[in-house]
């Protein structure tokens, strides 16, 4: 640590920061606008200045901007200076001399850095009084508004679009006083980051769309810190709620998930949680009619269901928590639950969840990713299925430049010298995928096979790390050559990564992937990384759980071996084709389904019952590195409409199963959820040992939901009564709802639901403190890992059985995916949906050819007795008598990976 003084007190500073970051971790106040953490120094403002003295005998000094000056030890510096003051109050009036008096109007009021820094600089008076310099905004799609006269000239949107996330459709243009930060022309921007620039641009520039259209102040919502949904990464995200509906999702800082950054659809998918159209009471079908039901006679039907049937099958999901899997687990027997997945997705999970159990091989969070010398995707288009993931690798490749300018002992907050050589000196990506990513442009090379080939490919890399794994017969000199020449880099780099995953649906590739792993291990020691994704948010949690495969579940339904189902949180649609799903639902008076949303097999149920979706609710789910993670509930939805039968599902399962038994509930909170399935399971004990429960105090107190200014309590029942109620009570959670409890930072808190310090209303609220951010404080490192301290290894390597080989003459499927229209719950999110992309057929450029076909065509087929009429879009490298198809979205269910295409024509009309 570095001593410097600063205005006659004595502080030890991290020299490896510049001086405006360690004078704010050392909880000093200077205003600045460009710097940034992630984006480092650029000295563009001019509003940090401080004034920097040679030795005790200077004392005039000379100013100096302090994001561009190094901690150096012995430093005399002043803050409070008045030259300093009057330097920054005066650089902040010439930033805001064509900005617009709109505070009042401007939807970042109350939540702009430039309003803090602004107050801090004391400047209150304005004395341009000419006309002011206006731009036209521009159409930036459905999620970004752009209001470009806010602008101040920063360049922090530019530097994080292009440098930091790789975006190449918005750049800066103009000149002197007429600076413009935009796209040529006006369009969508196609970055699957975008969404970053609302909280990366310190003023109203950039503001959240889907938040324009129900507007409220930061100070008048109700937050709670939740986890995203969306994928298996696990992205740490605070949930912004008014009037029952959740007006507004940001970043929550995790230093080793996700970071300052969260990826679009994880921002701007939450609209399905505010459905005016989605299940509230519950109900039964009777005589073809649908009867709503309240309370009482839910339950009771619900036990009579339980009575009536000699054996239920219970099918669990992976987008639901922990706490509602195992709930439906304890209702319907070990023997009778099915954990939703399809044999394929199910054997790809536990060959994940045995490697991460093994422990030898590790496997690095997000934010380590980011260290990585060369990196191997087997199989993932990540940019789409982990987008966050995606661009930590990106940042990945920028690890050579970084080490070759902290080689020279220029600091790392000194971004310039990295982005000047980056494009020339990066490290090495390789690929193996079906078709085109977006991550091509990164890769040094990229090898487009089937399925078979890539699993055949890799294995031929691990064969020459280790001889002693079977060779690869048949292989062509080229793919021999390039595998002698990855694994010769593999061995030479000093960090290595492997991602792959299960969205492949392949087990081949991933033990291939682990055998390439272990090989790299035989030669070295702790450098070599392995991180997996699975298609949903907690595939990992509901396998630890267990249970039989849905195809295994609905034989036994099929067969009589079982006479009824229970669906929770589970669209058969989404799984199984559509004559089969129908079948199964034709005897409605056998299916019972817990759900949020009006799904498909919801609708066709003979009796349903409503559920809390993840923002009602709170519950646990396991991240892609094995990290249970705490989500926690927003508001209560029966508060806003005391009508709403609205519950958890864990909570329905529990009463039913009280009832039907004739004993009191035991599960009254959530604590005893988790006290339960921790006793059962030893991989899930820690989530009750080191997580927080309901009891936590600070000071006495539970921690508030909302700011300390929250301003409309007794209007949010106006429209009901003009009697305030009182707030309703969360006994499952250590928050309280409304401003009423501790709304401090404090070090034994592992969970913040916003960002918010004294005279700091911003998200830039976080750099106040970066010191403390990334070495002290527990509540940025949440959840807990349930495999790191386990070691159940694995047989030295997998033997691997390739799959015969595709017919030449047959046509077979395969899955693309798109970020946007992928995931289950977002495909019911409005905007989400102008965003999907239309579902076509991806056929490779030369069959295309040889049938005929051109950019436009349409073609029809036949698969699993279905039929579909679709447009077709060209690859270049998709192999012969291949067909990708949008799995996962409406009629396109994950039953159709690997199966036949029958009657492959164009169509004429």
């Known amino acids: 640590m570095a001593q410097v003084y600063i205005d006659g007190k004595k502080f030890n500073l991290d020299p490896s920061y510049n001086l405006l970051q360690a004078c704010l971790s050392a909880g000093l106040n200077i205003p600045y606008f460009c710097w940034h953490p992630l984006l480092g120094s650029l000295g563009a403002c001019r509003q940090c200045a401080v004034i920097q003295y040679s030795d005790l005998n200077d004392h005039k000094g000379r100013l100096i901007m302090s994001c561009m000056t190094p901690v150096v030890d012995g430093s005399i510096i002043s803050i409070n200076n008045i030259e300093a003051q009057l330097f920054r109050k005066t650089i902040i009036e010439l930033l805001l001399t064509n900005h617009p008096h709109d505070c009042p109007v401007c939807e970042e009021g109350g939540h702009c850095h430039l309003q803090d820094m602004t107050v801090m600089t004391q400047h209150n008076t304005r004395n341009y009084q000419f006309k002011k310099r206006t731009h036209k905004n521009q159409y930036l799609g459905d999620f970004i508004k752009h209001d470009m006269n806010r602008c101040i000239g920063c360049y922090r949107c530019v530097r994080y679009y292009q440098d930091y996330a790789g975006g190449t459709d918005f750049g800066v243009y103009g000149a002197n006083n007429n600076i413009y930060f935009g796209r040529v022309e006006d369009g969508v921007l196609d970055n699957e980051h975008s969404g970053n620039l609302v909280e990366i641009c310190p003023t109203g520039v950039f503001t959240d769309n889907t938040h324009s259209k129900r507007y409220n102040r930061k100070w008048d919502m109700q937050y709670a810190p939740g986890i995203c949904h969306n994928c298996s990464i696990g992205c740490n995200i605070s949930i912004g709620e008014r009037y029952g509906e959740v007006r507004r ?330 004559d089969y799903c129908d079948l199964i639902l034709k005897n409605k008076e056998k299916i019972l389904t817990i759900d949020c949303h009006y799904t498909k097999t919801y609708k066709k149920s003979g009796l349903t019952l409503p559920a809390k979706s993840f923002v009602e609710s709170s519950g646990t789910i396991v991240n892609f590195e094995g990290r249970a993670q705490r989500f926690f509930q927003v508001y209560d939805p029966c508060f806003y409409d005391s009508k709403n039968c609205i519950i958890e599902s864990w909570k329905w399962l529990h009463i039913i199963k009280s009832k039907y038994k004739n004993v009191e509930e035991s599960w009254l909170k959530l604590d005893d959820v988790i006290s339960a399935y921790s006793s059962q399971y030893y991989a899930l004990s820690k989530i009750q040992k080191d997580e927080c429960n309901s009891s936590l105090r600070i000071h006495g107190q539970k921690i508030a939901r909302s700011p300390n200014r929250y301003s409309g309590r007794t209007s949010l029942r106006s429209h009901i009564d003009v009697h305030e109620i009182a707030q309703p009570k969360d006994m499952h959670s250590m928050f309280a709802f409304s401003m009423e409890g501790n709304n401090q930072s404090n070090q034994s808190i592992s969970h913040i639901p916003f960002v918010w310090l004294p005279g700091w209303n911003s998200p830039q609220a976080l750099n106040k403190f970066p010191e403390l951010t990334e070495k002290n404080l527990k509540y940025y490192d949440s959840g807990i890992y349930l495999f790191k301290d386990r070691h159940d290894p694995v047989d030295s390597y997998f033997n691997l059985t390739f799959d015969q080989a595709m017919d030449p003459k047959e046509w077979y499927v395969i899955p693309y995916y798109h970020l946007y229209g992928n995931e289950e719950m977002t495909q019911y999110s409005s905007v989400i949906q102008k965003n999907i992309p239309s579902a076509y057929a991806l056929i490779g450029m030369q069959e295309a050819l040889e049938m005929g076909l051109k950019k436009h065509s349409i073609v029809e087929f036949n698969c699993l007795n279905n039929n579909y009429c679709l447009e077709i879009r060209l690859s270049k490298y998709l192999n012969n008598r291949q067909i990708g198809l949008p799995i996962g979205r409406k009629n396109f269910p994950i039953s159709l990976i690997g199966k036949k295409i029958k009657h492959l024509q164009e169509f004429t009309q």
């Open 249 to 578: 999702i940001e970043n929550r800082y995790h230093k080793n998930i996700n970071h300052f950054l969260i990826c679009d659809l994880g921002r701007f998918g939450y609209s399905y949680t505010n459905l005016n159209n989605r299940p509230r009471q519950p109900a039964k079908i009777f005589n073809g009619e649908k009867i709503r039901l309240n309370f009482s006679e839910s339950i009771n039907l619900s036990v009579n269901f339980l009575k009536r049937f000699s054996r239920i099958i219970g099918i669990g999901s992976t987008r639901s928590s922990i706490e509602n899997n195992f709930s439906l687990k304890e209702l319907v027997g070990k023997e009778n639950f099915s954990h939703g997945m399809t044999i394929k997705e199910a054997s790809c999970i536990k060959l994940i969840i045995d490697i991460l159990k093994d422990n030898s091989i590790y496997t690095p969070s997000l934010k380590e990713i980011e260290n990585y010398d060369i990196v191997l995707i087997l199989g993932e288009d990540i940019t789409q299925t982990a987008a966050r993931m995606a661009l930590a690798v990106r940042q990945s490749m920028k690890k050579k430049a970084r080490d070759l300018v902290e080689s020279y002992n220029i600091p790392l907050w000194n971004t310039a010298p990295i982005v000047n050589i980056e494009d020339n000196i990066k490290n090495s990506l390789y690929i193996t995928s079906t078709h085109e990513t977006k991550l091509d442009d990164l890769a040094k090379w990229s090898y487009y096979g089937s399925i078979h080939d890539q699993a055949r490919f890799v294995s031929a890399i691990a064969h020459v790390l280790d001889s002693n794994l079977p060779p690869v017969l048949n292989l062509n000199l080229l793919l021999q050559e390039k595998a002698m020449l990855i694994a010769k880099e593999l061995l030479d780099s000093k960090k290595v990564l492997i991602i792959s995953g299960s969205n492949s649906f392949s087990t081949s590739i991933i033990k291939a992937s682990f055998n390439i792993a272990k090989a790299i291990k035989k030669h070295r020691v702790n450098d070599i990384g392995l991180s997996f994704v699975t298609s949903s948010a907690n595939a990992l949690g509901v396998k630890l759980i267990d249970g039989m495969s849905i195809e295994c579940a609905l034989n036994k339904f099929q067969t009589g071996e079982a006479d009824a189902i229970i669906f929770m949180e589970y669209d058969l649609y989404r799984h199984m084709k559509k």
